[in-house]
Nanobody, 125 residues
Framework: QVQLAESGGGLVQAGDSLRLSCSAS????????MGWFRQAPGKEREFVAS????????YYPDSVKGRFTISRDNAKSTVYLQMNSLRPEDTAVYYC??????????????????WGQGTQVTVSS
């Protein structure tokens, strides 16, 4: 079992930056892939970023590529999402997630067995 806790959300203006953090506990964090997803009201959950346990394999969708950066610190059991040049359409609840299987990574939500409670990001125009 693993527990995930996001932090760092808030209300910002368009063009601002935020850094989200996700702290993990309960199992060996360093061997599993981590991902970030978001869900806006009335919309389906959307993949935002993922990172392999070694950090060398990273995926982003086109909607955030070049603006968002995922990273991880295995010594701190923490994954980060640096979000720059935020837009109103980035407004959503952001969730971090941990993969079900050792060594896995990638955009598919079905890969992830453990989810945090989410943190709200609101970008005003």
């Amino acid at each position: 079992q693993v527990q995930l806790a996001e932090s760092g959300g808030g209300l910002v203006q368009a063009g601002d930056s935020l850094r989200l953090s996700c702290s993990a506990s309960g199992r060996t964090f360093s061997s599993y892939g981590m991902g970030w997803f978001r869900q806006a009201p009335g919309k389906e959950r959307e993949f935002v970023a993922s990172i392999h346990w070694r950090g060398g394999i990273i995926y982003y969708p086109d909607s955030v590529k070049g603006r968002f950066t995922i990273s991880r610190d295995n010594a701190k059991s923490t994954v980060y999402l640096q979000m720059n040049s935020l837009r109103p359409e980035d407004t959503a609840v952001y969730y971090c997630a941990a993969t079900r299987y050792l060594g896995d990574t990638g955009p598919g939500a079905s890969r992830y067995a453990y989810w945090g409670q989410g943190t709200q990001v609101t970008v005003s125009s």
